[in-house]
């Protein structure tokens, strides 16, 4: 008889818990179990800007895609060699986020 009660018990909280996670996922508005809540992490990354003759690194904080803010890091500048050419494709030069 205790035993009987006992597993009763367990099937309501299974039950009960089931219920909560399905009313969970169907009226979160953040949708943090569909991958949208990754579109809003916030990044931050260093990165050299180059123009003909020096190249300078800036922090660069996105929103997903977006670019939020671009700051230079001082002290980070040098002056490129005469012969030197970028070894990043064209696509990642101009990429921000």
């Known amino acids: 008889m205790i035993h009987e009660y006992k597993l009763a018990?367990?099937?309501?909280?299974?039950?009960?818990?089931?219920?909560?996670?399905?009313?969970?996922?169907?009226l979160n508005p953040n949708k943090i179990f569909t991958g949208q809540a990754i579109e809003e992490f916030e990044h931050s990354s260093t990165k050299a800007i180059c123009n003909e003759t020096h190249c300078q690194d800036y922090e660069i904080r996105c929103k997903g895609d977006t670019l939020i803010s671009q700051n230079p890091i001082t002290g980070a500048t040098i002056e490129k060699p005469e012969n030197w050419t970028d070894p990043r494709n064209e696509t990642d030069k101009d990429r921000l986020c």
């Open 9 to 26: 018990t367990f099937v309501i909280v299974v039950i009960i818990v089931l219920i909560l996670a399905t009313l969970i996922m169907i």
